[in-house]
């Protein structure tokens, strides 16, 4: 069954359909989420505005990274900044995201009970040169979810989500290319190692990302 683009963004059935994989970790790389046309006017209108560089360099005690943010929900609520600036489509997925529907779907895929975790949403803008160093999500995160919005992407621009054997980032066990219509659950744990390779100087576009986090209810404060 698809879901009408109005009222029901995502397409729930391809969580349901999707088979996680459990090695090196529990994640699942979910097709179809985004039903129709609905992809690819989100792409169009992912937001460009009001985003923050956050950056930390590889080697000062912890990840490195350096992605360009948009906070879309904070503690299950809408950042009201941030709405304002977001298309009626955009607004929907925002919807999406807090439903019951989504969390029943994501809780079955993952196996986690997200009773009482918070939802967490932020647009991600990789430019040339951002990345993020090998890492678990562990600390905090019951749950994660990415969809990517970038068509046309060359695999010589970088920036590939890895799914990792262990911290050290040699030994790749997916790629996944940030291409519309992809999506990554991954199910965090001591060994949920996971990065994303830096965007090349010759990438003809910003690496679009939605991220979504189910944080558990001690962790959110
Ligand atoms: O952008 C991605 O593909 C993943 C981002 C990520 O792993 C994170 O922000 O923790
Ligand atoms: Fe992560």
């Known amino acids: 069954m698809t879901t009408t683009v109005d009222n029901a963004p995502f397409d729930y059935d391809a969580l349901a359909r999707t088979e996680p994989a459990t090695d090196?970790?529990?994640?699942?790389?979910?097709?179809?989420?985004?039903?129709?046309?609905?992809?690819?006017?989100?792409?169009?209108?992912?937001?460009?505005?009001?985003?923050?560089?956050?950056?930390?360099?590889?080697?000062?005690?912890?990840?490195?990274?350096?992605?360009?943010?948009?906070?879309?929900?904070?503690?299950?609520?809408?950042?009201?900044?941030?709405?304002?600036?977001?298309?009626?489509?955009?607004?929907?997925?925002?919807?999406?995201?807090?439903?019951?529907?989504?969390?029943?779907?994501?809780?079955?895929?993952?196996?986690?009970?997200?009773t009482g975790c918070t939802v967490e949403a932020r647009a991600v803008r990789y430019g040339a040169g951002s990345w993020i160093d090998p890492h678990t999500d562990r600390a905090d995160k019951a749950v994660t979810q990415t969809w990517y919005f970038n068509s046309g992407w060359l695999p010589e621009w970088g920036g590939a989500l890895c799914i990792l054997a262990g911290p050290s980032g040699d030994e790749v066990v997916r790629q996944v290319r940030p291409d519309l219509g992809e999506s990554v659950v991954l199910v965090p744990s001591d060994a949920s190692w996971h990065s994303v390779a830096a965007v090349t100087d010759e990438a003809r576009q910003e690496r679009q990302t939605l991220l979504v986090h189910f944080v558990r209810p001690e962790a959110a404060g």
């Open 24 to 114: 090196p970790f529990r994640w699942a790389l979910v097709r179809g989420m985004l039903p129709g046309a609905l992809g690819t006017r989100l792409a169009e209108e992912f937001p460009t505005e009001g985003f923050t560089l956050t950056e930390r360099a590889t080697g000062t005690g912890g990840k490195g990274y350096s992605t360009r943010n948009l906070k879309l929900v904070e503690r299950s609520e809408p950042v009201p900044a941030a709405l304002e600036s977001l298309t009626p489509r955009w607004r929907g997925v925002i919807d999406a995201l807090l439903s019951p529907r989504y969390r029943a779907a994501v809780a079955a895929l993952s196996g986690r009970d997200l």
